[in-house]
């Protein structure tokens, strides 16, 4: 980047030389004219002198008059008009001082540092993927520079297991579309890895929209017809079905998992709740409302890359506070959320509380769910309560 910058002040710094000079030569140019018409005119009067046409005092007075003009356009008229050609060191200097200030203020240099450490750390990563756990990453800086030194590696030799180890480094450091993006190339280049397919399958569960779910359902069909007794794969179909509200499917494939673990195995006793959770949505016990998030074509050019869907409920009869919100961070749609009574912001204020729900929708690049100018929302949608019932609201509207 400040490569690209220096060559922009060096084009800069030539272009103001060149006007420079122009500039100097056209003065240059204007006082040799204003100096030859000077000496023009003395030499007619000297020649009027001689022709007796204006006597010794008339001649001196004219001179006088003529230098008054001639010093008007040119301040010394006894000087000796010299060219003096613009100096290539100003600008050499200027270039040099901007270029600093450039590399400096971007932070190229730390870029650049990071760049030789993460190259510095390849020989430990190597380390740590054949088992030494010693040279395994300590901090969340160690782990960026062993993921830099990775991508660097990855730029000259774009092998399947090393793209799919960026996209678990990526997710351990919280970046979802850099993961996602890992995880891809992986599977382009060996579709069949089916480590690849897990982690990728986990990123898109993370993301959630109804588009990604689907992806991920898809990659775990194929593990399971690989392995059928694979409980983690087992595990992950569970929550792709609980977050598309299809809560028997999510119960078969949790029941599918607990069969395949160990109860003394960590992952037993969180699978064993979830699936709780999922046969009191499905038999109604607890209050539940799922709602398809869409966005019309109109708008959907206006979204951030980044933006946080607030989906509320309200209480037509009751407070303007709502009695359900949610928020998610979404990069596209459409996006299924299902809402319960643990989404309630006051307490005995909630889905079953209400006769009826107002359900909103809001995208917005803030942290709040106040409505502000250039957020986009979908219209109120009115809907009689009734447990387990899903609906689609589209988002449609641009805040002016």
Known sequence: MWYAMIVVLVIFAVLLLWVARRQQWESFTIEQANREIYESRLAELQE??????????????????????FVTDVHDPDAAIIFKPVGFVVPAILVVVLGLGVYLIDGSWKQQQRADQASESLPRLSEWLLGDMDAAPQTRDEMWNYALG???RLMDDPEANAWSLYGRMMMQLEQLEQAID??????????ENYSNLMS???????????????????????????????????????????????FPRAIAAWEMALMLLDESDPRYAAIQESLQQAQERADGSVTTLTVTVDISEAVRNEMAPINNLFLFVRDPDGESAPIAVTRQRVTD?????????????????NLSSASSWLVQARIT???????????????????????GQQIRIVITELIQ
């Open 200 to 246: 990728y399958s986990q990123a898109l569960i993370i993301s959630g929209t109804d588009r990604e779910l689907a992806m991920a359902s898809r990659f775990l069909g194929r593990v399971l017809n690989d392995n059928p007794q694979n409980p983690e794969a087992f595990g992950l179909l569970g929550i792709v079905n609980f977050e598309r509200a299809d």
């Open 365 to 387: 690049t803030g942290d709040t769910m106040d409505r502000r100018q250039g957020d986009m929302e979908a219209r109120p949608m009115l809907v009689e309560r009734e447990s």
């Open 150 to 152: 990775l991508r660097q």
């Open 48 to 69: 009027d002198l001689g022709q007796g046409l204006i006597s010794e005092p008339e001649l001196k007075r004219a001179e006088q008059e003529l230098k008054k003009a």
């Open 333 to 349: 749609f459409p996006i299924t959320i299902t809402l319960t009574d643990e989404d309630a912001m006051v307490e005995n204020l």
């Open 182 to 191: 890992a995880f891809d190339k992986s599977y382009r280049l060996e579709p």
